[in-house]
């Protein structure tokens, strides 16, 4: 094909979901634009990608506020971003060619210009694309990571995850089965997520719906107690968490969701001194620090994809004009999985 011919097939502008303003609690459709902008040209050592899945993650909530975090602020009035999938539709980099799937971080919007050294490929050979934004990407890796790393989950351990029914959680509870857990315990909203975390091998779940999570947890655990606590929500089920550890517990704190839309500052658990007695260990974390467990991780989930150990969930949304509606929905746990908007 020549350059002149390739020249007239690629885009020059791109659809993308802006910020167009900083919401105040829940986000709302108006806090989001559809719009049309430029591509750049493409330069030495660039590929542009038509994208095929964007993942929206709770995460993002709080990039959304003007506030200084682990993550840049979103800029008003410009291109969201976030975890992407896509497929090379013109390259000038070595090491990538035209007709590759490649992950990269400029979601939200379905053409994009990127630096191939901020590329990774995706390995369609184990797993369709959209795997690896989830099962096999970044949202496995804080799974394994969470769990093995920090946690530092052994055989024989019983480990209750909260969200246990979203991207992370389903997966870090079928991890501790497949590593020797002696019980699983999961979290969820509704009656067909708990069903579908016994389908996934979990020992017990409740919905928190139900009645109070210390309750719930403490008839789930029984006398034995809990040692792993792998936190997505906070609040509640941290507070529950706490009183159900046994000595020498550890608390792996991802996320706390029951949170992030919060106006007023959220209090601590009240019995947060159980911590000294038991000697316990609460630990945060983001998964951009455990990059280096990569390659291991891959090795190990493909295997237990492979052999159906490991099982997991996509709610799909397609549309990118649905990108913002499927990210509240998001938040208001309507995604049984990973949530993915697929363009």
Not at 143 to 160: M, R, S
Not at 234 to 248: C, N, W
Request: one cysteine or more.
């Amino acid at each position: 094909m020549s350059a002149n011919t390739e020249t007239l097939t690629l885009p020059a502008t791109t659809r993308e979901i802006q910020l167009a303003s900083r919401p105040h609690g829940r986000p709302v459709p108006e806090n989001f634009r559809l719009a049309e902008s430029p591509l750049p040209e493409l330069q030495d050592g660039q590929v542009l990608v038509r994208n095929l899945f964007i993942s929206v993650d709770p995460y993002m909530r709080g990039r959304m506020n003007d506030v200084k975090s682990y993550s840049a602020p979103f800029a008003l009035d410009a291109a969201m971003e976030g975890g992407a999938v896509g497929e090379v539709i013109a390259s000038r980099a070595e090491g990538r060619a035209v007709g590759d799937t490649v992950v990269h971080s400029l979601g939200w919007r379905e053409y994009a210009v990127v630096d191939a050294a901020a590329t990774a490929p995706a390995r369609t050979d184990l797993a369709p694309a959209s795997a690896f934004l989830g099962a096999l990407g970044m949202t496995g890796l804080t799974a394994y990571a969470g769990l093995l790393k920090v946690a530092e989950f052994k055989p024989g351990d019983a480990v209750f995850v909260s969200g246990a029914a979203g991207a992370v959680g389903s997966l870090v509870g079928q991890i501790a089965k497949a590593m020797g857990a002696s019980r699983v315990i999961g979290s969820a909203g509704s009656p067909e997520k708990v069903a579908r975390l016994l389908e996934l091998g979990f020992d017990a779940a409740f919905n928190y719906h139900d009645g109070p999570v210390a309750e719930q947890l403490a008839a789930a655990a029984g006398e034995r107690g809990i040692d792993v606590y792998f936190d997505n929500v906070g609040g509640e089920h941290l507070e529950a968490a706490l009183s159900t550890l046994t000595v020498g517990g550890r608390v792996a704190m991802c996320g706390a969701i029951a949170q992030y839309n919060s106006t007023e500052p959220t209090p601590a658990p009240r019995n947060l001194m159980l911590a000294i007695g038991k000697q316990l260990t609460l630990k945060g974390f983001l998964v951009g620090s455990y990059w280096q467990h990569m390659a291991e991780f891959v090795e190990t989930m493909s295997a237990w994809l492979a052999d159906g150990t490991v099982r997991y969930d996509e709610t799909v949304v397609d549309g990118l004009e649905n990108a913002p509606q499927a990210f509240m929905d998001l938040l208001d746990g309507a995604n049984t999985g990973k949530m993915l908007v697929r363009l």
